[in-house]
């Protein structure tokens, strides 16, 4: 096996533009490290591999001109398994979904094609996103190629051990909660949640709707930009799709006013999370920038918020699985009895839970109370980010207060689990941009610290972590699986 599966996506693409690699044989190198590494990690739920190839043969017979004009041919992409794929299946990892397969592509997918990106397979996750640990898939967990005894984060987690592992190079996620940067943070990869209506929604089986998005997961800052590059921009079948204003930063390329929310660097992160933090923040005040302490006051409500409004949007939701229209259905004596009868025996445990807050937040006497209450401090969660941006260029937080813990260790306390949360969920409430990137290792597991910044602002969000990214030690490749 070649170690073409070592490359970064700009050096791949590169390389078969110029005709010194074909893109038969970097999709074949992948698929053999899939073949050969997947067994034990469970990042793929479907391998496309007749696709994939095929696609391969197909762009080795353009001219270079074509090959230079699609900014990701020649390099493979893997995507969540909650983002349609016509010709491949979508089950969102939940039994509810068995087997079907979308009659059209997601937005973000036609874009992938339309630039190049040859599709590899579909990627585990927490059952219709739902969880921080790709635990709940209605399939298999997924290990973290680290420590394969530890998850990889979630939901996002198989896109983010996928790309760890050298599985593929870029991998598309959601992030509904952090559920993209959670897992980056975990698997020591870049991964990014863009403001909320820069990447299209439709196509993505809906969690929360006001709350996710999709985003690029990859090994480098630089990659994580060539992927987001491709799948961002307006589309009209998503009516909250927004056009990014021509605003910039006023420093341009720096030095800038980070901010560091005292909420956010407490009591309770691990001593060597906040080591590899404080490793990570002398970086940047030796290239000159300037780090303010700042407040973000409402942020002890976020993840009461946040589990609130999402439950509440998810019930709603997932009423469209019910047996009739596609997906499992389970006969019954009557038409409610099939509709319970098949709710019942389709979603797992996590997702019941979540559909059964929601509905409670929603129902007659309590939505004023819970739901509509939420959304006010949602409000406010946004105001303290619109306030602090008036005072700092980014602000800079850890993206976990932990590094990845073992398999089966939150399965009883499901309240500790949603509260790994607490420093991404933020971002998705006020619908910013956030980046997580790799700073460093504490006991051999990797630490991500991660950038906010104000609506609109990737452009500079990946400009300002590709300056960090530069002067920290690159991380080796994960100790957890033989990377010969």
Known sequence: MDNHWRATAHELHQHFVEGKISAEAVVSSHLQRIAARDGEIGAFLHVNEEGALARAKEQDGWAEGKRADHP??????????????RGMPTTAGSKILRDFMSPFDA????????AGAIIVGKTNLDEFAMGSSTEHSAWHPTHNPWELSRVPGGSSGGSAAAVAAGLTPLALGSDTGGSIRQPASYCGIVGMKPTYGRVSRYGLIAFASSLDQIGPMARSVEDARLLYEAIEGVDPRDSTSTAAPSATLARGNGPWRIGLPREYFGEGIEPGVRAAMDQALERLRSLGHQLVEISLP??????ATYYLIAPAEASSNLSRYDGVRYGMRVDGHDLVNMYETTRDQGFGAEVKRR????THALSAGYYDAYYLTAQKVRTL?????DQAF??????????TPDCAFPLGSRDDDPIKMYLGDIFTATANLAGIPGLSMPVGLSEGLPVGLQWLAPPFQESQLFQAAAALEAVLPKLPWPTGVDHE
């Open 390 to 399: 008036g005072q700092v260029d980014f602000i800079v937080t850890p993206t």
């Open 355 to 358: 559909i059964l807050l929601g």
């Open 298 to 303: 409402h942020t002890s409500y976020a993840i």
């Open 381 to 385: 969660i946004r105001r303290d980010f």
């Open 72 to 85: 990701l041919s020649g390099v493979p992409v893997a995507v969540k398994d909650n983002i349609v794929t």
């Open 107 to 114: 937005a973000v997918i036609e874009k992938l094609l339309a």
